[in-house]
Nanobody, 120 residues
């Protein structure tokens, strides 16, 4: 099992910045992907940004150039720096840890979620 504890989030005006952090503990496998997803009211959960243990990143088109994901493998943490925030970024943000198995199999673990609200 993997436990994820998130911090950060809150209320910010449009154009402002926030930083989310997530710490993983438990059965951490050295090869994994960590990242952030978000879910706005009435919408499906969507990928925001992910980063592999090797440092490869993937961002949603809507956040490219504004958000930066980073991780510390020694501490099993992942962070999301969010700049130039827009009202449409308002959502609950979830930390994700994905352990990849052989082939296409994987197992996802999720944090409890943290609210990000951007006022116009």
């Amino acid at each position: 099992q993997v436990q994820l504890v998130e911090s950060g989030g809150g209320l910010v005006q449009a154009g402002g910045s926030l930083r989310l952090s997530c710490a993983a503990s438990g059965s951490i496998f050295s090869i994994n992907t960590m990242g952030w997803y978000r879910q706005a009211p009435g919408k499906q959960r969507e990928l925001v940004a992910v980063i592999t243990s090797g440092g490869s990143t993937n961002y949603a088109d809507s956040v490219k150039g504004r958000f930066t994901i980073s991780r510390d493998n020694a501490k099993n943490t992942v962070s999301l720096q969010m700049n130039s925030l827009k009202p449409e970024d308002t959502a609950v943000y979830y930390c994700n840890y994905r352990r990849q198995y052989s082939g296409s199999a994987y197992c996802d673990y999720w944090g409890q979620g943290t609210q990000v609200t951007v006022s116009s």
